[in-house]
């Protein structure tokens, strides 16, 4: 049974720093897409960032641009989102996904992000 298990959130003043981590098994994850995905209280969930299964080509949302990295090591079915100078509007749930075409997506339980101000 397939299964993304995120870590590395917690709570963090403005403008530090946080690296979330997504560790996929259960199944190969060859040729998937993986992301981010976050949703703070009372909004809908809204995309963060993406990265190819060769990690060559990323996609960030305009609001985390400059800020956040998104990275992949296949080897170890690991997803990573280094994000730096955190801003209290990041406060909020981020869900790891695994997407392949329409088919498949599979989500992880979420990791909770607080940004103090």
């Known amino acids: 049974q397939a299964q993304l298990v995120e870590s590395g959130g917690g709570l963090v003043q403005a403008g530090g720093s946080l690296r979330l981590s997504c560790a996929a098994s259960g199944r190969t994850f060859s040729g998937y897409v993986m992301g981010w995905f976050r949703q703070a209280p009372g909004k809908e969930r809204e995309f963060v960032a993406r990265?190819?299964?060769?990690?060559?080509?990323?996609d960030y949302a305009d609001s985390v641009k400059g800020r956040f990295t998104i990275s992949r090591d296949n080897a170890k079915n690991t997803v990573t989102l280094q994000m730096n100078s955190l801003k209290p509007d990041d406060t909020a749930v981020y869900y790891c996904?695994?997407?392949?075409?329409?088919?498949?997506?599979?989500w992880g339980q979420g990791t909770q992000v607080i940004v103090s101000s």
């Open positions: 990265i190819s299964w060769s990690g060559g080509s990323t």
């Open positions: 996904q695994a997407r392949l075409g329409v088919a498949y997506t599979y």
